[in-house]
């Protein structure tokens, strides 16, 4: 899905996808698993360098590709988002969220719902 994401603005550039037109600037963008191709991570590094990226990135399966965005946005740009890969019973729980919120403690990310 990252490919299907304007590096520019954030939003949701697939007409084909539901949440076409949506920005995930800010937001936690909870998918369960990376779409797309190895540009995927240089289209989230530029999100991110740009200012648009996700808050923070939930998964329901490792995904290196994510990852690598992630990790290269913080080595060139000094900016930072959790990537956060959850088991399957968690993950089921944090899609159906309204609203959410990711914490780092220690090393050990968190997420809540964000009425917690």
Wanted: hydrophobic share 45%; aromatic share 2%.
């Amino acid at each position: 899905m990252i490919t299907a994401v304007h590096e520019e603005t954030g939003r949701v550039t697939d007409v084909h996808h539901p949440q076409h037109g949506a920005c995930i600037a800010g937001r936690i963008l909870v998918m369960p698993s990376g779409r797309g191709s190895s540009s995927s991570s240089s289209v989230l590094a530029e999100m991110i360098r740009a200012g648009v990226g996700p808050a923070a990135i939930v998964l329901g399966v490792r995904d290196p590709i994510i990852a690598l965005g992630a990790l290269v946005a913080d080595a060139l740009y000094r900016r930072s988002v959790p990537v956060v890969v959850l088991p399957p019973d968690e993950y089921a729980r944090v899609a159906t969220m309204g609203h959410a919120r990711v914490r780092g403690i220690d090393g050990v990310v968190d997420v809540q719902s964000g009425d917690d």
